[in-house]
């Protein structure tokens, strides 16, 4: 149902004319991939940014050199452990529950102030790649809440609305959250078999349609020609588990290798992620 | 002894040595024989106590204490400046002494709300429940709620089960356990008098309560 409640903008973004000039002839030049493709980008990631909450954390990936595209912009807090509603019945185990919502401006197409589908199915996502990671009965008869609000997309803003798909900004976002819940899920000091990471990798085609396809790793659509396939991974690196897996893309059921070899290429882009928030960990205890 | 140093801070899932070398403490797991942290913090390693001298005399056979004799590890969430506030939300354990307030009485129970676990004062408001056969442990059947607790007392209670999906049951059966603090009808602090009687030093009525052995 639509959002009746309050004043909402334009659903879409309204671009002021471009004339068909001299000086703007080369502005929709798709530049490609400015890194190697097992080079993801830089992440800044910064844990207590919430006083009031339990934990929290903030999570930034620079945006491409290319002047107009924002970056992955997230900020995370985790509010409990804490009683369940009278309602709820009784549980041995912590009750997770995560929210993951765009603000309204964050994306090229306008969010509304409701919870779409594509948002809840994030939120179910990250559930499922949190749960392996935490211990969930060290806190019988309580609940956490995992709220994550992504305050930029990652998008292009350049591209018309019809170019690209979504849902594979929504892979990136979603490697982000897992990355970003974690942290806030260790300053908060619930308890966590390991530091869980997100990590996506992409099968792209760059030139033409026959062209042989090639795996990246932290894939910017906006960036690729064509992209086939993308999985996003949430990986326990001192377990070597996965808690989560989101395949989806166009690939010849019989060629098993191309599959594995995404995975083990997200994996690889989790391992980086989790660098990183190593580093931040153990920077506000060392 | 130890071949590897044991690092001073601990990352949820660093390995922090074999299960031979410690026992797992808080904020620790075990997995596959390795004790790894499971939280963010401080790694302290505690040193079983030591049994006071040469025991007397062997007059049964013990089995080997041996788990016993390992130090345990633990890690504990660090206390920043900046991190001074928060404080490390604990949960009501089986077996724990708790403060609670109660708020409401009826014929077969008092409703409590949890205060203080322990020695550290809870975020949230945990709800608790003693039930009229556990407020103490003679006489259960002629207990009588309003004779034990009214609400606002404060009441000293043991977690006795974690309860249904709202609630966790407390006891008040051992002698140190019941009412510590309550105010009489006419508003004034009362003192205790007996096991079941607290009176008002100013108006010098007599109230009935489960009153708390002073320490």
């Known amino acids: 149902m639509s959002d ?17 000039d001299a000086v703007f002839e080369k502005l929709d030049t798709r530049n490609g991939r400015s890194r190697p493709p097992n080079a993801t980008r830089k992440l800044f990631l910064k844990t207590g940014v919430t006083p009031s909450a339990s934990g929290s954390a903030y999570l930034e990936i620079e945006s491409s050199a290319k002047p107009g595209v924002s970056g992955l912009k997230l900020s995370c807090s985790v509010h409990g452990p804490r009683s369940l509603p009278r309602s709820a019945p009784f549980s041995p185990h912590i009750v997770l529950s995560t929210h993951v919502k765009y603000a309204p401006f964050a994306t090229k197409q306008r969010r509304g102030y409701l919870r779409d589908p594509s948002e809840r199915d994030l939120g179910i996502h990250l559930e499922a790649a949190l749960r392996g990671a935490i211990i969930a009965d060290r806190w019988p008869k309580s609940g956490v809440d995992i709220i994550i609000s992504i305050i930029e997309g990652d998008q292009d803003r350049e591209t018309s609305k019809l170019q690209g ?8 976002a979603l490697s982000g959250c897992i990355t970003v819940a974690a942290a806030a899920l260790a300053d908060a000091g619930i308890d966590c078999v390991d530091t869980v990471a997100g990590g996506v990798a992409a099968l792209v085609q760059d030139a033409g349609d026959g062209s042989t396809p090639s795996i990246v790793v932290d894939p910017i659509p906006s960036e690729h020609e064509q992209i086939l396939a993308a999985c996003c991974v949430a990986y326990l690196p001192t377990r070597d588990e996965v808690t989560n897996l989101w395949f989806r893309g166009d690939l010849p059921a019989s060629d098993l290798e ?14 980086n992620a989790n660098r990183v928030l190593i580093d931040c960990l153990s920077g506000t205890v060392g | 002894m130890t071949t590897t140093a044991t690092p001073t801070f601990a990352i949820p899932g660093q390995l922090l040595g074999p299960a031979s070398r410690y026992q797992p403490g808080p904020g620790t797991h075990l997995h596959e024989f390795n004790l790894y942290a499971s939280l963010l913090g401080q790694v302290q390693i505690t040193q079983p106590a030591r049994a006071p001298g ?10 080997a204490p041996a788990p016993a004799e390992l130090p345990t590890i633990s890690v504990m969430p660090t206390q920043l400046a900046s991190a001074a506030l928060k404080k490390r939300e604990v949960l009501p354990q089986v077996g724990n002494v708790v403060l609670c307030r109660v708020i409401r009485i009826t014929p077969r129970q008092a409703v409590v709300a949890i205060l203080v676990c322990g020695d550290t004062v809870l975020e949230a408001e945990w709800q608790g429940l003693i039930r009229v056969q556990d407020v103490r442990a003679t006489e259960k059947d002629r207990v009588k709620i309003y004779e034990s607790f009214r609400p ?4 000293r209670a043991e977690v006795i089960s974690l309860g249904d999906q709202v609630n966790y049951y407390l006891s008040t059966t051992r002698n140190e356990l019941g009412v510590i603090s309550a105010v ?32």
């Open chain 1, 165 to 172: 798909d979504e849902v594979w900004d929504m892979m990136n």
């Open chain 1, 258 to 271: 191309l599959y594995t070899s995404i995975v083990e290429h997200g994996i690889q882009a989790s391992k």
């Open chain 1, 4 to 20: 009746r409640r309050r004043v909402n903008g334009p659903a879409g973004t309204t671009l002021p004319p471009v004339f068909d």
């Open chain 2, 152 to 155: 606002g007392d404060i009441v």
């Open chain 2, 184 to 215: 009489s009808e006419a508003g004034n602090t009362m003192v205790p008098i007996s096991w079941k009687e607290l009176m008002d030093p100013k108006t010098g009525l007599m109230e009935l309560r489960k009153v708390a052995q002073p320490q």
């Open chain 2, 54 to 63: 040469p025991a007397k005399r062997l007059t049964k056979i013990t089995p």
